[in-house]
């Protein structure tokens, strides 16, 4: 009887589409086109025999054959890229200095931080979690290796690794009937890279406002906004039913578009941080 070969690609690609409601984010995070990405789903099918996926109306998701495969290939592919990792960097040993911005996600970070973790156990990670303009200044005195910071387009270097980009809004709550000025501001503190750029735009237009609630992390401000107690600057991503965009009473300059980039030491690239820094691209984008 044939033993059945299993083609890792494709399971990682299966991967990839539950973990990214479908074949288009799968093919955005994977670097693929959608017809490849298709067409590696299909292929595995046909080998195995059987349907892994199903798809109802624009949602897809796992069967029980599906489920399974997942479950084991989660395994094979860490143990691939283990292996492979080894080759490439072998041995790989240092110390990688790395910091991010409030606004990033921590449990992705903090995941492929861990994979890294195992896949070079003799290389040693320093995390710490920093304001934007911090952390642009400890890169370019090159007191950090890593940098995962928050930058409008004037800004952008061209070594910079673009992880994505999102609009920044005013935001308020769908249930604020406050009024309308002096305007009550949610804010992440004088230092943060938003209010650099919001609080300009409050005064050119002649609108007074207090900070009405100043707090650390996204979640406090989105809690605080929700909540009705003024009106916040966030990226679009953060928008749902309760946090909807502002009416401002006069008309604001338009707010620029955030580029969530990771930035390395200029002239410096040594294979710790470069094996972080491809991981981290490969898995954030």
Not at 54 to 62: A, K, N, S, V
Not at 182 to 205: H, I, K, W
Not at 249 to 267: A, D, N
Request: negative net charge; aromatic residues 6%; contains cysteine.
């Amino acid at each position: 009887m044939a033993v059945l070969q299993l083609d890792l690609e494709s399971i990682r690609t299966l991967i990839a589409v539950v973990d990214h409601d479908g074949m288009t984010n799968a093919a955005r995070y994977l670097n693929l086109s959608q017809s490849a990405v298709s067409h590696k789903i299909k292929r595995l099918e046909e080998k195995v025999g059987r349907p892994l996926l199903i798809r109802d109306g624009h949602t897809i998701r796992p069967n029980r054959d599906g489920a399974a495969l997942i479950e084991d290939g989660r395994e094979m592919l860490e143990l691939h890229d283990r292996a492979a990792a080894r080759l490439v960097y072998d041995q790989l040993a240092g110390q990688v200095r790395i910091g991010a911005n409030q606004d990033f996600y921590a449990e992705n970070l903090t995941a492929v931080l861990g994979r890294f973790s195992r896949l070079h156990p003799n290389a040693i990670v320093q995390f710490a979690f920093a304001s934007t303009e911090h952390l642009s200044q400890q890169i370019d005195r090159g007191e950090i290796d890593v940098a995962i910071i928050q930058v409008v387009d004037e800004q952008l270097r061209s070594d910079d690794v673009v992880l994505w980009t999102d609009q920044l809004c005013w935001v308020t709550s769908s249930r604020w009937d406050q009024p309308t000025t002096p305007v009550p501001l949610v804010s992440f503190g004088e230092d943060c890279f938003y209010q650099v750029t919001g609080r300009p735009q409050l005064q050119n237009a002649g609108l007074d406002y207090f900070v009405s609630f100043a707090g650390s992390s996204t979640s406090a401000i989105l809690a605080a906004v929700e909540a009705g107690l003024g009106v916040g600057l966030v990226l679009s991503q953060y928008l749902t039913d309760h946090i909807v965009e502002w009416s401002p009473p006069v008309e604001l300059e338009p707010l620029p578009q955030i580029h969530q980039v990771l930035r390395t030491v200029p002239g410096e690239n040594p294979d710790a941080t470069r094996a972080l820094t491809e991981l981290i691209a490969r898995e954030i984008r």
